[in-house]
Structure formats: structure tokens, C-alpha cells
Nanobody
Framework: QVQLVESGGGLVQAGGSLRLSCGASGRLFSISAMGWYRQAPGKQRELVATFTSDGSTKYADSVKGRFTISRDNAKNTVELSLQMNSLEPEDTAVYYC??????????WGQGTQVTVSS
């Protein structure tokens, strides 16, 4: 089992910045990938940014150059962060932290709301 707890969402004006954090604990040794997804009202959940199984990063085209994913590995926990700059109203969504175990088992955080006003 892997536990994920997100924090850092909120309301910000267009052009502003927010930083999301996700604390991961549990069976961390079996995690093959970790990343951030988002889901806007009436839309499907989509990938925002992720560390892939080989340790490289991947970003959605819509956030390239504005968002940065980072990871801090401690002894028994992993802190996954998403720095979001130059936010746009289109970035409004619930953001979810995701961990992939053994290449096929998905874990999700509870989600954190990000609202960008125009």
C-alpha cells in the first residue's frame, strides 16, 4: 500500500503562482512512477507532469515552461512537488497526486482544488 496526501491548492489570480505538495509513504520501494494529474469539471482526468519509470520527466504540452515537477526522497517518505507559475484560468481543476506501483497499480491522493481567476 502507498498513501498519498496532497496540500497547497487554493485561489489565485491569473499570472500568479502556487506550489502543490504530495507526501508519499508506505511501500515506496515498489513505486515505478509518480506524478500529478488534474480534472476540470466535465472533463477527463489528464496528466500534468510526471517522473517516469526511468527517472525522466514528462509534461503536458499545455504546462511546459510554466510548471515544474520535483521530488525529494527521504528515508521513509517521498515529497513530490509541483511548482505552477504563470497560472491561467484554464488551469483550474482538482489536482491529484499519483503513484504507480509495480507498473500497473495506481494510487491516488484525495485531490486539491486549484482555482485561477481571470
Amino acid at each position: 500500500q502507498v498513501q498519498l496526501v496532497e496540500s497547497g491548492g487554493g485561489l489565485v489570480q491569473a499570472g500568479g503562482s502556487l506550489r502543490l505538495s504530495c507526501g508519499a509513504s508506505g511501500r515506496l520501494f515498489s513505486i515505478s512512477a509518480m506524478g500529478w494529474y488534474r480534472q476540470a469539471p466535465g472533463k477527463q482526468r489528464e496528466l500534468v507532469a510526471t517522473f517516469t519509470s526511468d527517472g525522466s520527466t514528462k509534461y503536458a504540452d499545455s504546462v511546459k515552461g510554466r510548471f515544474t515537477i520535483s521530488r525529494d526522497n527521504a528515508k521513509n517518505t517521498v515529497e513530490l512537488s509541483l511548482q505552477m507559475n504563470s497560472l491561467e484560468p484554464e488551469d483550474t481543476a482538482v489536482y491529484y497526486c499519483n503513484a504507480l506501483e509495480a507498473g500497473y497499480l495506481n494510487y491516488w491522493g484525495q485531490g486539491t482544488q486549484v482555482t485561477v481567476s481571470s
